[in-house]
């Protein structure tokens, strides 16, 4: 292998590596949390799932541990309501209210959910 190629395969490396690294660090947290508006959905704690998705049987355990009621979704059965929300990762916490919409992506802690949540 010449200079330059070697040079492109080592940044190449690096560049797999962090992105490994920055995935496998957010595992498990929740990423973001984003403002969206959520006309024509009933009020209520969405969990955005995909079949198969190991983060997403964590989010569920979660949510169902702390006792806050959800309705799951997943994306092989109303894939539509992904894309109106921007999803394009799971798990996914879609939050509708009369007060405030919002988007959480990862699994939030209960303590987050609870503060996040419009109170009774």
Known sequence: ?????????????????????????????????????????????YLLSSDGCSTCALARSR?????????????????ELFARFGVDRVPAIVAVSDTADWVAFGVPS??????WLPGP
């Open 1 to 45: 292998m010449d200079d330059l190629t070697w040079r492109l395969v080592v940044v190449g490396l690096i560049g797999a590596a962090a992105v490994a690294l920055g995935v496998v660090s957010n595992r498990g947290r929740a990423w973001v949390r984003h403002h969206r508006p959520a006309r024509g959905l009933d009020p209520a704690l």
């Open 63 to 79: 949510l169902v541990a702390a006792g806050i009621g959800f309705v799951e979704v997943g994306f092989e059965t109303r894939p």
């Open 110 to 115: 209960a303590g987050a959910l609870r503060r």
